[in-house]
C-alpha cells in the first residue's frame, strides 16, 4: 500500500537556526514528489517538483532533495515568515492514469524570532 | 493571489439543504481535483477530472456529486450532508503532463449545522 510520512509532526526554531523537514515515501511507481507549502485557512502552494534519485531544488532559504526513499526539505537560516506546515505528496502511475497525488501528514513549523 | 479561484469562500448549510461549491481556473489545464481537508490533516483526495471526463472517483459518498462543464470550471454539488462533511474544501488543477504540479484555490469553507 502506498505511504507517505513525514516527520517531525512539529518544529519551532529560533530565526536564523537552520532545520531539515523529512519526507518518506513507499509508493509503486512513483513520477513525481512534490512540496507544498500551506498557510493557515489557505490552499497550498506549490514550492518544488523532484522526480529522480539525488535531485535538488532550491529557493531562497529553502532546499529539498530526493533519494529512493525520502526527501528532505532543508530551511537555511529560517525568518518568522517561513512559519506554515510543509505538505509533501507523490504522484503515483497507480491505475495508469498518473493521476493521483497523495499527501503526507504533514511539518508545521513555528520560527519564533 | 491564487489562479485558482474557489467560491464562495464560506458555506454554512443544514443537512436538508442542497448547495454548490465552484471552481474555476484559466490556465489551460487539462486536470481537475477535488480535495477535502479536516484541521490538521492533509488533503485528501476525492475527484479527478481529466480532459473533462471524471478519472477518479476515490470512493467518495454520493451526497458530493461533482461535475465538470468544460475544462475551465469544476463543481462540486452537496446535498444531505452530515455534520462531519465539514472541512475545507480545496479544488486544484493541473497540466495534462506527467510531474507537472497541482495549483490549488484557497478553498471553500464548509459548515455543515
Known amino acids: 500500500e502506498d505511504q507517505v510520512t513525514q516527520s517531525p509532526e512539529a518544529l519551532r526554531l529560533q530565526e536564523g537556526e537552520s532545520s531539515s523537514l523529512n519526507c518518506s515515501y513507499t509508493?509503486?511507481?512513483?513520477?513525481?514528489l512534490f512540496w507544498y507549502r500551506q498557510d493557515p485557512g489557505k490552499g497550498p502552494e506549490f514550492l518544488f517538483t523532484?522526480?529522480?534519485a539525488g535531485e535538488e531544488k532550491e529557493k531562497e532559504r529553502l532546499k529539498a532533495t530526493l533519494t529512493k526513499k525520502e526527501s528532505f526539505l532543508h530551511i537555511t537560516a529560517p525568518k518568522p515568515e517561513d512559519s506554515a506546515t510543509y505538505l509533501c505528496?507523490?504522484?503515483?502511475?497507480?491505475?495508469?492514469?498518473?493521476?493521483?497525488?497523495?499527501f503526507g501528514t504533514g511539518t508545521s513549523l513555528t520560527v519564533i524570532p | 493571489d491564487t489562479e485558482v479561484t474557489q467560491t464562495p469562500k464560506h458555506l454554512v448549510m443544514g443537512m436538508t439543504n442542497k448547495k454548490s461549491l465552484k471552481c474555476e481556473q484559466h490556465m489551460g489545464h487539462r486536470a481537475m481535483y477535488w480535495y477535502k481537508q479536516k484541521a490538521k490533516k492533509p488533503p485528501e483526495l476525492m475527484f479527478v477530472?481529466?480532459?473533462?471526463?471524471?478519472?477518479i472517483n476515490e470512493s467518495v459518498p454520493s451526497r458530493f456529486s461533482p461535475e465538470c462543464p468544460n475544462s475551465s470550471l469544476l463543481n462540486l454539488h452537496l446535498h444531505a450532508l452530515q455534520p462531519e462533511d465539514s472541512a475545507l474544501y480545496l479544488c486544484?488543477?493541473?497540466?495534462?503532463?506527467?510531474?507537472?504540479?497541482?495549483?490549488f484555490g484557497n478553498g471553500t469553507r464548509l459548515t455543515v449545522t
Open positions: 505528496a507523490v504522484q503515483t502511475s497507480r491505475g495508469n492514469t498518473g493521476n493521483q497525488f497523495y
Open positions: 523532484l522526480y529522480s
Open positions: 486544484a488543477s493541473r497540466q495534462g503532463f506527467v510531474r507537472s504540479p497541482l495549483h
Open positions: 509508493v509503486s511507481g512513483l513520477r513525481g
Open positions: 477530472y481529466s480532459y473533462e471526463k471524471l478519472s
